[in-house]
């Protein structure tokens, strides 16, 4: 079953992970990075009773803007989206457990440890791309493995109803005729110089233009900010730390340091004595002086490492449960543990290596680490003290002169701008907020990560306006101009099209042929040029059909000659595997539409 699981998940869980979050399942995530963006638990939707917090939808929210997949000022009509599709999540979670759905602890390992984009160029589990993977899209281990646990569940459902959905030969076959269609034609270029005179606006058609577009030429809502940042590591610089703390601080990172793994396992079975049993023999074998990989080839029944002596690769705690974390991190280099039962499995585990530096090589770092550490009771009592004055204080630069801290500014910013700091998480929204906008306050201490704290409050602030026509005067030239260029433009194309239909010639049309082009151009060809070449009806005869297409600096003309058709070939299959896919779809979505239809959803 693992195998099976382990097959069908590689496809979407490698675009989950190195796309970092396909489209189809954007917004569905996990209740992670709890508190960072909202302190209400309250919930904005229950679904048959199950309710969906404020909270992990505030969390997904956040984590689709910073991930670039969700504009800032898109944020309500992502809120939305995002609560309708926890809805569905939802629901089809509350199918798979009525069905009797299940994925084991040690299945998810396993899936886990056997992903190749989690593996290193060696075909090893790697902890640290593990990790940077997950933090970059937002996940901790732990959050993962819930969601993982989740999608593979939901993609086994969407798969079982998928497989049931088909498509008739003559749908396949239509579909792929039409797709092999290939079109003749002739297409000839016009430009601004082809025109009798340079196009010129006046004052009055700038001005109507401008008052007619003026949602180009908004400028939204800015402030200007000061700022006290409270950074641990600016407090821990130049700190004085013993050898003996360095040597402490080691022995803690070497206690904690990822391991390189093997194991043999044997799944518990129906007969858990016997499966016992069968792993104290494979102890034994060890205890004489066995190899641990040939008993893992001959013992383990972890088909995906088993003919690899055993070998997980490097793991850090948090990756597997809890029992087999305990156990794997009990061991040092070379050691074996006794039978670890994970709840599904019975393991024995191998450390054959520590992934850590020398002391000498690391002793740059355990400084850092150890002047952090000492730094922390001042850097707590400062947080604390931050949050004191700035709540009772009337500005910020006696908050910044009493905790010995600089007092800083910026420039006009809007909510969605860019800069490093001001773009964390809550900054922005804390400027925006009507408490410290319109009344004046500071604002709370928002905690940008374990060592940083800021408290903001708005110096200045213009509202959202239209800029004055003599600030954009350019643009609106240039704007103005290249529509009207257009408009002239396909004016005389379309008196060159009624002459050439009426079976007369154009002189200075300088043509160029497209022969037998597909709906896959060549990327010579303009898109929308091929796109409007396929648009056209199909010639009667001798007779050409004619057309224009907007090109990107001007107008083409399109005499469209003949239409024909290609041999069949590899499109065709996969033309024949999207139609399957397509009905596939229809199939989910009338699951996930009679989910909706039986389901008891209030929305708050």
Known sequence: MLQRIRDRSHGWVAKTIVGFIVVTFAFFGVESIIGAFTGSSDEVATVNGDKISRQSVETEVQRAIRSGQVAPEQE?????????????????????????????????????????????DKGRFDADVFRNRLASAGYSPTSFRQQLSSDTLREQLRQGFASSAFVLPSETEALSKLQRQTRSFRYATLSSADLEAPVTLSDDELTAWYDSHQQ???????????????????????????????????????????REIAHIMVEKGDDVAESRSKL????????????????????????????????????????????????????????????????????????????IASFDDMRDELLTDARQSASRDAFNEKAQQLKDESFAADDLKSVAKDLDLPLQQTDWVAQDTDDALLSEPGVMSAAFDDEVLKEGYNSDV??????????????EQRP????????VKQQVQREATADKTTNALKALAESDLKTLSDGQQVDGIDW????????????????SLVKQAFALAHPQGDKSVYGHAVLKNGIALIELTDVGESEPGEMDQFLSRLA????????????????????DIERK
């Open 76 to 120: 309500r009509e992502a809120r939305t989206q995002i609560i309708n599709q926890m809805i569905d999540s939802r629901l089809l979670d509350q199918y798979a457990e009525e069905g009797g759905l299940h994925l084991s602890d040690a299945q998810l390992d396993q899936l886990i440890v056997s992903l190749p984009e989690f593996q290193d």
């Open 216 to 258: 180009n030429y908004s400028r939204p809502a800015q402030v200007k900010l000061t700022y006290v940042l409270l950074d641990q590591a600016k407090l821990a610089e130049g700190g004085q730390v013993t050898d003996k703390a360095l040597q402490a601080e080691y022995a803690a990172k070497r206690a904690e340091a990822p």
């Open 280 to 355: 104290e023999a494979a102890r034994d074998q060890l205890a004489a002086g066995e190899d641990f990989g040939k008993v893992a080839a001959s013992v383990s029944e972890d088909s995906s490492t088993a003919d690899k002596g055993g070998e997980l690769g490097v793991i850090t705690r948090g990756i597997f449960g809890e029992e087999f974390d305990d156990a794997a991190f009990a061991l040092d280099e070379g050691q074996v543990s006794d039978i670890v039962d994970t709840g599904d499995s019975l393991h024995l585990i191998k450390v054959t290596g520590l992934d």
């Open 446 to 459: 928002i905690e940008l990560d374990d060592s940083r704290r800021l408290v903001l409050r708005v110096a």
């Open 464 to 471: 959202a306006t239209t800029l004055a026509f003599d600030e």
């Open 512 to 527: 160029r042929e497209a022969k037998d082009v597909s709906r896959q151009a060549d990327s010579q060809l303009p898109q």
């Open 580 to 599: 399957s896919r397509l009905q596939a779809q229809a199939a989910v979505q009338g699951l996930q539409e009679s989910l909706r239809e039986r389901a």
